[in-house]
């Protein structure tokens, strides 16, 4: 991957408490030390991508998920004529707002998408068709470094957007049930037409858990392995990034970019 155009684009997934966020945020600030332009979309509904950046808790009370902009979505979709009914436009004008509801520290940005409110699946509303808009202006049309913080699942991806993904990384733990993750979202990136997935596996302790992420992984998909660290318990606790904890994570994190980069 040529890192010259600033225009990589990484799609980070994994369930909850894997340590995806970690991987993301301590990505976003090595691209950033290297001089990238970057810019982080948290789309997990238990957001918590901003303290990982570095970003205070005050400096995130002013981060304003898009899923909750209702009067900007009603005027972009135009919902508001006549109530949000089944007209609406499907291609709202999006270019603008990672600028203008982005926060930035230490040379990232960071968007929230949030989530959408529905009593079923495949909902298709004035906000879902906002954030699959925003999500493909950020992968398509930015010319960035885009790490996007995703849930387990590729709701907020679409079949064009996907293709424009240069990586999937699922992040797993050495487990059964984490390994099975990854199978999902291999099929799920599958159908997206994405060819470019790898794993990630974190929190591993030690011989056994390296030899068991092998034995499950395959050699071609594991981009790299990030060690278990007291240092990134730390920095949760102090509500620091892991980045400015330094430690075995920045090293282990530096050596999956340089991958990526390679």
Same mark, same amino acid.
């Given at each position: 991957?040529?890192?010259?155009?600033?225009?990589? @684009?990484?799609? +980070?997934?994994?369930? $909850? $408490?894997?340590?995806?966020?970690?991987?993301?945020? *301590?990505?976003?600030?090595?691209?950033?030390?290297?001089?990238?332009?970057?810019?982080?979309?948290?789309?997990?509904?238990?957001?918590?991508?901003?303290?990982?950046?570095?970003?205070? =808790?005050?400096?995130?009370?002013?981060?304003?998920?898009?899923?909750?902009? /209702?009067?900007?979505?009603? %005027?972009? !979709?135009?919902?508001?004529?006549? $109530?949000?009914?089944?007209?609406?436009?499907?291609?709202? #004008?999006?270019?603008?707002?990672?600028?203008?509801?982005?926060? %930035? @520290?230490?040379?990232?940005?960071?968007?929230?998408?949030?989530?959408?409110?529905? $009593?079923?699946?495949?909902?298709?509303?004035? =906000?879902?068709?906002?954030?699959?808009?925003?999500?493909?202006?950020?992968?398509?049309? #930015?010319?960035?470094?885009?790490?996007?913080?995703?849930?387990?699942?590729? %709701?907020?991806?679409? #079949?064009? /957007?996907?293709?424009?993904?240069? #990586?999937?990384?699922?992040?797993?733990?050495?487990?059964?049930?984490?390994?099975?993750?990854?199978?999902?979202?291999? @099929?799920?990136?599958?159908?997206?037409? *994405?060819?470019?997935?790898?794993?990630?596996?974190?929190?591993?302790?030690?011989?056994?858990? =390296? !030899?068991? +992420?092998?034995?499950?992984?395959?050699?071609?998909?594991?981009?790299? *392995? +990030?060690?278990?660290?007291?240092?990134?318990?730390?920095?949760?606790?102090?509500?620091?990034?892991?980045?400015?904890?330094?430690?075995?994570?920045?090293?282990?994190?530096?050596?999956? @970019?340089?991958?990526?980069?390679?």
């Amino acid at each position: 991957m040529n890192t010259e155009d600033n225009t990589i @684009k990484i799609a +980070i997934t994994g369930k $909850g $408490g894997v340590g995806k966020t970690t991987l993301a945020a *301590v990505l976003a600030r090595l691209y950033a030390a290297d001089g990238h332009p970057v810019l982080c979309a948290d789309c997990d509904p238990d957001a918590n991508l901003g303290l990982a950046l570095g970003f205070t =808790e005050p400096e995130l009370a002013e981060l304003i998920p898009i899923s909750q902009l /209702t009067e900007l979505i009603a %005027e972009r !979709t135009g919902a508001d004529k006549g $109530g949000w009914g089944v007209f609406f436009k499907i291609n709202p #004008r999006v270019d603008d707002i990672p600028d203008r509801f982005a926060i %930035e @520290k230490n040379g990232v940005k960071l968007l929230a998408l949030g989530t959408v409110d529905s $009593g079923g699946s495949g909902c298709v509303c004035p =906000e879902s068709v906002m954030l699959k808009r925003v999500m493909s202006n950020l992968v398509i049309a #930015r010319d960035e470094v885009v790490i996007l913080d995703m849930e387990a699942g590729l %709701e907020h991806l679409g #079949r064009g /957007t996907a293709d424009f993904v240069d #990586r999937f990384i699922v992040v797993v733990e050495p487990g059964a049930r984490s390994v099975q993750t990854y199978h999902q979202v291999e @099929k799920l990136a599958a159908d997206l037409g *994405v060819k470019h997935v790898s794993v990630v596996a974190s929190k591993v302790r030690g011989d056994e858990d =390296e !030899t068991f +992420i092998r034995e499950h992984i395959p050699a071609d998909a594991l981009l790299g *392995v +990030i060690h278990w660290s007291d240092d990134i318990l730390a920095a949760d606790r102090r509500a620091i990034s892991p980045y400015d904890v330094g430690g075995t994570v920045l090293d282990d994190v530096r050596a999956i @970019k340089n991958r990526l980069d390679a």
